[in-house]
């Protein structure tokens, strides 16, 4: 009893006749002498390579679309590759950039405190002014200026 692969490739007689270039009655004199294998009214590849061992059953057409499947194959793993290691980055530009989000809103806050603090500075010589010596104002405006170019205050 033989037994049929589900992957076994059937030929009409002519398509068989084509692959081995000759003709459909030589195909059919082979099939009635038991030298070539039939299922279902279709010769099978399997029973064409035991017939014929040194002929390839593969054209420069099969060659081709094999060929051409293979860049395919390669190229949707490629592919998936790409869109893996596309999405790896984008989850490390997001980290990348939530990071830098939070060390700007840290400056910012800091950047807020010495503004507070030029301002205090600010406020606190003038009052000093108010009770300081007529010698010692000339440096203490000197001093003020320079807060107020700093602070950028106007």
Same mark, same amino acid.
């Given at each position: ?12 007689? %002519?398509? !068989?006749?084509? +692959?081995? @270039? *000759?003709?459909?009655?030589?195909? $059919? ?43 395919? %194959?390669? !190229?949707?793993? +490629?592919? @998936? *590759?790409?869109?893996?290691?596309? $999405? ?48 010692? +104002? ?17």
């Amino acid at each position: 009893m033989v037994l049929w692969r589900a992957s076994v490739i059937k030929l009409s007689v %002519s398509q !068989a006749a084509r +692959k081995l @270039g *000759v003709s459909r009655a030589h195909i $059919q004199t082979q099939i009635n002498l038991g030298k070539l294998q039939t299922h279902e009214g279709y010769v099978t590849t399997d029973s064409i390579r035991l017939a014929y061992p040194k002929i390839s059953l593969y054209s420069e057409q099969d060659k081709y679309i094999q060929k051409m499947q293979q860049i395919k %194959s390669d !190229a949707m793993f +490629k592919a @998936g *590759v790409a869109d893996l290691t596309k $999405q790896e980055n984008e989850e490390k530009l997001i980290n990348i950039v939530t990071a830098l989000k939070s060390k700007l809103y840290k400056e910012e806050l800091r950047n807020e405190h010495y503004v507070m603090v030029f301002e205090e500075l600010y406020s606190r010589l003038n009052i000093f002014e108010k009770c300081c010596h007529t010698q010692d +104002k000339e440096s203490l405006h000197k001093l003020q200026y320079w807060i107020k170019i700093q602070s950028n205050l106007n």
